[in-house]
């Protein structure tokens, strides 16, 4: 802080520096507050053109679809019925007979993960990255004795 130089010639002896004035309030200076809904990134508000999102279908028609496929790595994103604001997603996926359904969890940074919450996960900044991701590196799934995959293809949306 400066010293004021006013109070300098007023011959003030003891010196403290005294805090400048500051600026009058100007609401032009504060940051604007996010648009609604602002959270969501751009890739969410896309996610609808994704050929691997087949959105508010029930997890039976979900089952459906992929074992129609049945290969290891078919998977297809739904909305989640249960997951709520903190799992809106959940990532259906077919591995050795069997129809997978891992939430995809929105977490308090707006990331995203799979599953509960766990020590060193991975997250990603949107749903489509989480997705990417795990077209070229393994998903584990509950565990190493239950296997892993990568996912590989989708179904139709029909």
Avoid at 91 to 118: M, P, Q, T, Y
Avoid at 136 to 148: I, K
């Amino acid at each position: 802080m400066a010293v004021d130089s006013y109070q300098r010639r007023r011959g003030r002896k003891d010196r403290t520096p005294i805090a400048s004035k500051s600026p009058s309030f100007n609401p032009g200076s504060r940051p604007l507050p996010p648009p609604p809904g602002g959270s969501q990134s751009m890739d969410e508000e896309n996610i609808e053109a994704e050929s691997w999102y087949h959105g508010d279908i029930s997890r039976d028609v979900s089952d459906q679809r992929l074992k129609s496929l049945g290969t290891n790595g078919s998977f297809l994103v739904r909305l989640s019925k249960k997951g709520g604001p903190t799992s809106p997603y959940s990532l259906s996926l077919f591995h050795e007979g069997r129809v997978w359904n891992l939430h995809i969890r929105k977490k308090a940074d707006a990331s995203f993960a799979l599953g509960n919450e766990k020590p060193n996960e991975l997250s990603f900044p949107s749903v489509s990255e989480l997705i990417s991701y795990h077209q070229t590196n393994p998903l584990v799934l509950a565990g190493a004795q239950s296997g892993q995959t990568q996912l590989r293809n989708t179904p139709d949306k029909s």
